[in-house]
């Protein structure tokens, strides 16, 4: 199985961000992770759609935006001409998700759901699950970066992966927040099939993400 990587650029050198991107080059089955937060759903603010139209002219690696947003309805419209490759919204900020859903797939080729640590994945109805690409959950509480792993998100990886296999459904398993080399292994094992690691991977003195990134494989 391959685990796709999705180094967190909130954690990058936002004073030198092409830089760090160059760095990412030539890496395979890698996403960029963009934390999009608005204020409002959480107490921080991040990047909007000038900086992520210059950051796809400069990699040509996936666009992977997580909206932590109050009102992502009007985001899917904001960033539409951005070039996202997958658009996740949280599951708390929405009301109809299913109409939410099909909006966002006839603009997004990727369309993910976010879980907050602790929203649990039985919220997710299976025919819900079905129409989507990735369930992201949520193992530190959105917001900030550099937080501890919650241990007891680990069971969430295996109940959904129980949910995929007994459905027959093939959705990615994304887990953000505390991810490193100790525990990279264990969460693949329990079902992560996509791993966003942003204080890991930055964080690294010599700035050899590369080698960072072959740790957490």
């Known amino acids: 199985m391959t685990i796709i990587v999705a180094p967190s650029l909130l954690s990058a050198d936002f004073l030198n961000l092409q830089a760090d991107l160059k760095r990412l080059d030539g890496e395979k089955n890698l996403w960029l992770h963009l934390d999009v937060m608005d204020g409002h759903f959480v107490p921080n603010l991040t990047f909007g759609p ?3 139209k210059k950051i796809k002219t400069v990699s040509s690696h996936p666009l992977d935006a997580h909206f932590m947003v109050t009102n992502p309805d009007e985001h899917l419209e904001w960033f539409k001409e951005v070039g996202l490759h997958n658009f ?3 599951w708390e900020a929405v009301t ?3 109409r939410f ?6 603009l997004y080729p990727s ?3 976010s879980l907050n640590p602790s929203t649990p994945v039985s919220s997710i109805a299976p025919y819900l699950l079905k129409k989507i690409d990735l369930v992201l959950l949520m ?3 959105p917001g900030f970066g550099g937080q501890s792993f919650i241990p007891e998100v ?11 296999t007994r459905h027959g459904l093939t959705f990615q398993i994304q887990v953000d927040g505390g991810v490193t080399d100790k525990n990279a292994h264990s969460l693949a094992k329990a079902g992560a099939t996509n791993l966003v690691a942003g204080s890991f991977v930055f964080g690294e003195p010599q700035k050899n993400y590369g080698a ?4 957490l494989r």
């Open 139 to 141: 193992s530190v509480n």
């Open 101 to 106: 859903i099909q909006k966002a797939k006839g």
């Open 111 to 113: 369309v993910g759901i």
């Open 88 to 90: 996740t919204f949280h």
């Open 212 to 215: 960072r990134i072959a740790q």
């Open 50 to 52: 000038t900086v992520l």
């Open 154 to 164: 680990a069971d969430k990886i295996i109940e959904l992966q129980k949910m995929k």
């Open 96 to 98: 109809h998700h299913d």
